[in-house]
């Protein structure tokens, strides 16, 4: 089983500009973004994520996020399926 099947699509999420989003991420979870490009900072994270339309971020610990919209953005949020990892 590939990487990909491993994970659930949870929710897509279409954001304003400039909006912000608290994820509280399970680790494995995906941030993909589908349209646009966003600000992601994740707690205990020296460095900041510019992930644009194409990318994506895998959380790798339990630890809140804050998303933030350059422009208008859509996301999808990918969640590792139990005992998956």
């Given at each position: 089983?590939?990487?990909?099947?491993?994970?659930?699509?949870?929710?897509?999420?279409?954001?304003?500009?400039?909006?912000?989003?608290?994820?509280?991420?399970?680790?494995?979870?995906?941030?993909?973004?589908i349209?646009?490009?966003?600000?992601?900072?994740?707690?205990?994270?020296?460095?900041?994520?510019?992930?644009?339309?194409?990318?994506?971020?895998?959380?790798?610990?339990?630890?809140?996020?804050?998303?933030?919209?350059?422009?208008?953005?859509?996301?999808?949020?990918?969640?590792?399926?139990r005992?998956?990892?």
């Amino acid at each position: 089983m590939n990487e990909m099947q491993q994970h659930v699509l949870t929710r897509t999420i279409c954001l304003d500009h400039e909006q912000l989003l608290l994820l509280e991420g399970k680790p494995g979870t995906r941030i993909r973004v589908i349209h646009g490009g966003i600000w992601l900072t994740i707690d205990n994270d020296l460095r900041d994520h510019f992930p644009r339309t194409g990318e994506e971020v895998v959380i790798k610990a339990h630890r809140r996020s804050i998303i933030e919209s350059i422009g208008k953005s859509t996301i999808e949020l990918l969640e590792p399926l139990r005992g998956a990892l």
